[in-house]
């Protein structure tokens, strides 16, 4: 079906789904909210091109669809089944980029990809889940619409009220996620780093090395566990892509920094000699066993990718992913990643805005390790719905 202003007036709602990247970008561009107005065309050239390569896989399990009244576009979904993406520890299709003017075309929407669920023989729906996660991001926004747009966060029209249609069409809320400027001073607890672990910083060629080991490590940790866990293979090589844009972006603003500033934080002089300032990615910092080397913890943040499509100065870092080795607790890790890898980024490269992302409300150990340093800034929702047999 081709969208044309010439196209016969349609009396009534109707749904289609498409594959033509030429229709999809069409929709996006008609109906997509971006905050801040310079980047929707980038988001929606990138969205469109993260569809084109996944359309290209027979198997992949995909679909776009959207609802016109009258010839006029009134709302759009894409639902997935991705093989990385574990709810809980178990495969779960899930639904994002969800926009509807109105409750019917909204209940449209829902009713095609719960039937496309249902094709594919599974009985539970979550979302929003926005793929792909460096433009996208999990959950519904709530509060926090006065906060800068931040690559890998989830954003969303204020005035919609998609939210309350789900629930009017039973879906749960299941999850809520916060977002907090945790990284925005040094912890004081942060006094002891045991000695047999070491901090550093690499070059994104060491980092790409790393890759099974760092997989290993959060499949370890805590992918059979979390409400929403949208990792694996595809995210890991998006992040490093993002490490490459920046790369070429990042300066050092404080070529004179004195590193005796920070002698008195454990670990920060012997991580200094380490790095090399020119090559090393300064929004990732690595622990490793000092005997065996073994990788025991990692702080993975992303620079804003936004920044760089607008064309300003790289100083917003998205704090997403912290992992510790679960032996390896209690040994000062957690703070040592964060006040080196804070102290670091702000001093030398000029870092300024640091943003823990997607923290989810029931995980106690992180609420309990962030949340005493920290304000909240945004809250985002995930809802659910068990679909039954027809």
Not at 125 to 135: A, D, F, L, Q
Request: with cysteine; charged share 25%.
């Amino acid at each position: 079906m081709e969208i044309s202003l010439e196209q016969p007036i349609e009396k009534e709602l109707t749904v289609a789904s498409t594959r033509n990247i030429s229709e999809i970008q069409f929709v996006l561009t008609e109906l997509l909210y971006v905050p801040d107005e310079r980047l929707k065309p980038m988001i929606v050239l990138d969205l469109a091109d993260y569809l084109a390569e996944k359309f290209s896989n027979p198997d992949y399990k995909i679909r776009f669809y959207y609802t016109t009244l009258s010839g006029i576009l009134t709302g759009f979904v894409i639902c997935q089944i991705d093989g990385d993406y574990k709810s809980y520890g178990k495969s779960c299709p899930t639904f994002g980029w969800l926009s509807a003017k109105n409750f019917s075309s909204c209940k449209k929407l829902m009713i095609e990809l719960e039937n496309f669920v249902r094709k594919n023989n599974f009985r539970k729906i979550r979302g929003p889940i926005n793929y792909p996660k460096r433009i996208g991001g999990i959950g519904w926004q709530t509060e926090g619409f006065a906060c800068p747009m931040m690559s890998g966060v989830a954003f969303n029209d204020p005035g919609s009220n998609v939210l309350a249609y789900l629930k009017e069409l039973g879906y749960k809320i299941d999850t809520k996620y916060s977002c907090v400027d945790a990284f925005v001073k040094i912890w004081a607890k942060g006094k002891e780093l045991d000695e047999g672990i070491m901090i550093r910083f690499l070059p994104l060629e060491e980092i790409k090395a790393l890759k099974a080991q760092i997989l290993s490590l959060a499949q370890q940790s805590f992918y059979s566990v979390l409400a929403d866990a949208a990792g694996g293979k595809d995210r890991f090589e998006e992040i490093m892509e993002i490490y490459y844009q920046a790369g070429k972006k990042v300066n050092i603003v404080n070529p004179e920094f004195d590193p005796q500033t920070y002698a008195e934080m454990p670990g920060f002089l012997d991580t200094w000699k380490a790095a090399d300032l020119d090559k090393i990615v300064s929004t990732c910092i690595f622990a490793f066993d000092r005997r065996s080397r073994e990788l025991v913890g990692l702080l993975m943040a992303q620079p804003n990718l936004y920044q760089l499509w607008a064309g300003e100065p790289l100083t917003h870092m998205n704090v997403d992913t912290i992992i510790i080795k679960k032996e390896y607790a209690g040994k000062g890790i957690f703070s040592a990643l964060h006040n080196i890898g804070k102290s670091l980024s702000s001093a030398v490269y000029g870092y300024d805005y640091y943003e823990g992302t997607t923290i989810w409300a029931n995980n106690d150990r992180a609420i309990k390790a962030i949340f005493p340093h920290s304000s909240p800034l945004r809250t985002h929702f995930v809802v659910q719905k068990r679909i039954l047999r027809k």
